[in-house]
């Protein structure tokens, strides 16, 4: 299995303020017949489903606001939020689907400090 | 716009089958994957497994021999069953799309969950 580890496992930043998430993944997920990471992002609200913000490690889904982007390659991968919003308060995780068993961090908590 | 809704009793006895039914509309559930993913009370997400359309399916390792996936095109729905539950299977279980064809893509759309707890 592809372990996926997130740091850290929580964050209090102000609002305004440019918010890091860090995922590793114990193996590449960097698929080199495509040139593609099999790496996505999602933003889970209390009570709600999880919510894609990124996949392909930096493409943002449609509706998602700029001030999220993703970067990264092969096992090190990174998720920005540029200003934070109090509507950001949320757990996030990675994703990988490069391998089954798809494999999730074990979730960001992000607070508003 | 697609929609999942994952439907089946919210309480199990230990030792039972979990049965859930996942009915997609606003779509087709053809030329689709799609999985099942299951979150217990206040911790992370676990991928159980995924079925396509036409049946093949994939299972975690860790729930292999206690799962079953099954589809049924005509009524656009797919199914879980976990024998033999335990109190470690509580947990609130989503139906997921793969966003395309290949079971190596990410889940674009989600069902809102359903809480399955396992209590005598």
């Known amino acids: 299995d592809i372990v996926m580890t997130q740091s850290p496992d929580s964050l209090a930043m102000s609002l305004g303020e440019r918010a890091t998430i860090h995922c590793k993944s114990s193996q590449s997920v960097l698929y080199s017949s495509n040139n593609k990471n099999f790496l996505a992002w999602f933003q889970q609200k209390p009570g709600q489903p999880p919510k894609l913000l990124i996949y392909?490690?930096?493409t943002r889904e449609s509706g998602v606001p700029d001030r999220f982007s993703g970067s990264g390659s092969g096992t090190d991968f990174t998720l920005t939020i540029s200003s934070l919003q109090a509507e950001d308060v949320a757990v996030y995780y990675c994703?990988?689907?490069?391998?089954?068993?798809?494999?999730f961090g074990q979730g960001t908590k992000l607070e508003i400090k | 716009q697609v929609q999942l809704q994952e439907s089946g009793p919210g309480l199990v006895k230990p030792s039972e089958t979990l049965s859930l039914t996942c009915t997609v509309s606003g779509g087709s559930i053809i030329s689709y994957y799609w999985s099942w993913i299951r979150q217990p009370p206040g911790k992370g997400l676990d991928w159980i497994g995924y079925i396509s359309y036409t049946g093949s399916t994939n299972y975690n390792p860790s729930l292999r021999s206690r799962v079953t996936m099954s589809v049924d095109t005509s009524k656009n729905q797919f199914s879980l069953n976990l024998s033999s539950v335990t109190a470690a299977d509580t947990a609130v279980y989503y139906c997921a799309r793969h966003e395309t064809s290949n079971w190596d893509s990410f889940f674009d759309y989600w069902g809102q969950g359903t809480l399955v707890t396992v209590s005598s």
């Open positions: 392909w490690a930096s």
């Open positions: 994703h990988q689907y490069y391998s089954t068993p798809h494999t």
